[in-house]
């Protein structure tokens, strides 16, 4: 089946600890995105990436870091420079054509331990 | 003004009911909007796509556009307690870096 895999589905860091969030897609989509969103708000563009190779800050992209070395995959690092990381953590994905909608993973939640 | 904005809510149906979410975005030239659905706990997931003004309907989902007054709304007809989510709109933004930008969620909340 078509679609996009976030893995872990929790996970924990400890202070000064870098962590990778994986992201991989078969929707042979060239647009992928990394978005944070805290209990009961609303979702915070991180990264985003429209072709292999290449890639952008979002709104909040200090304290994360983003390799896209492959079309399928856009793996983002939590680094130890991000002082609150606790959030849900959304990966998406979209096709090439201007007015295409993106669609989601099932998320990886974050926690320090 | 935000970009896109929403009513946070929450909005409280009784079961049965018409459920109404509005959202309003800022810029005029925009072509491509999106509902959204968001369980507790869970990542979002479209569910209307609308690029047109007047009505499109599925099932019991009509989403309405009036690009005029820079407004999409979202009905749910005959609301069901599986409804019971957060709804997000999204709407492609032209001016600027052309970007998908989310409002902040409506809660809705139905009623047995």
């Known amino acids: 089946d078509g679609g996009i895999t976030q893995s872990p589905k929790y996970l924990f860091r400890k202070e000064g600890q870098n962590v990778t969030l994986s992201c991989e897609q078969n929707?042979?989509?060239?647009?992928m995105y990394w978005y944070r969103q805290d209990p009961g708000q609303g979702l915070r563009l991180i990264y985003y990436s429209q072709i292999v190779n290449d890639f952008q800050k979002g709104d909040i992209a200090e304290g994360y870091s983003v390799s896209r070395e492959k079309k399928e995959s856009f793996p983002l690092t939590v680094t130890s420079a991000q002082k609150n990381p606790t959030a849900f953590y959304l990966c998406?994905?979209?096709?090439?054509?201007?007015?295409?909608?993106?669609?989601f993973g099932d998320g990886t939640r974050l926690s320090i331990l | 003004q935000k970009e896109v904005e929403q009513n946070s809510g929450p909005l409280s149906v009784p079961e049965g009911a018409i459920a109404s979410l509005n959202c309003t975005y800022s810029d005029r030239v925009s072509q491509s909007f999106f509902w959204y659905r968001q369980y507790s706990g869970k990542s979002p997931e479209l569910i209307m796509s609308?690029?047109?003004?007047g009505d499109k309907e599925d099932g019991r989902f009509t989403a309405q556009l009036n690009k005029a007054s820079q407004y999409v709304s979202l009905l749910i007809r005959d609301s069901q307690p599986s409804d019971s989510a957060t709804y997000l709109c999204?709407?492609?933004?032209?001016?600027?870096?052309?970007?998908?930008?989310f409002g902040q969620g409506t809660r809705l909340t139905i009623n047995p």
């Open positions: 998406a994905s979209a096709g090439a054509q201007a007015n295409q909608p993106q669609h």
């Open positions: 999204a709407v492609i933004l032209i001016q600027g870096a052309q970007k998908l930008v």
């Open positions: 929707l042979n989509h060239d647009a």
């Open positions: 609308i690029y047109s003004n």
